[in-house]
């Protein structure tokens, strides 16, 4: 048995096709001229409505109030995060290891992601400072 075209392009070959073929009652055939070759290019497809998918975000962003008050918290303990540091005697390194522990911070969500970014950059901030006055092009920014 085959399916008419008319079904297939109507319904597609599903089993939806084949209830509705099976369905109808057996037509006599008839002698008829070779029309046209109408051949179906494309099976034809249900069509589903389609809702846009939307990307979820990691909360609001970065914000400039954000980022000031994670500034002031990181602010608040950097003395003492830099106390608990073991000095291993290479330079930078205490700078290198809370700048460490601010990228691990940055994967974290809520306020310790923006405090993690404050302390990268505060901490990236001292390492070139550093660096800079120890060339002699310039002086130290951040004194500690």
Do not use: C, Q
């Amino acid at each position: 048995m085959k399916l008419p075209k008319a079904i297939i392009k109507k319904y597609g070959i599903t089993k939806k096709a084949w209830k509705v073929f099976k369905g109808k009652a057996k037509k006599v055939t008839r002698k008829v001229t070779k029309k046209t070759n109408r051949r179906v290019k494309t099976m034809a497809r249900r069509r589903y409505k389609v809702t846009k998918k939307r990307g979820r975000s990691k909360g609001a962003g970065i914000t400039p109030m954000k980022v000031a008050l994670s500034s002031a918290a990181y602010g608040a303990f950097r003395d003492k995060l830099h106390s608990f540091i073991p000095n291993v005697g290479i330079p930078y390194s205490d700078s290198v290891i809370t700048g460490a522990i601010g990228y691990y911070l940055t994967k974290k969500g809520g306020m310790l992601k923006n405090v993690g970014f404050s302390m990268l950059a505060v901490e990236s901030a001292a390492i070139g400072s550093t660096l800079m006055a120890s060339k002699g092009t310039s002086t130290a920014l951040l004194d500690y």
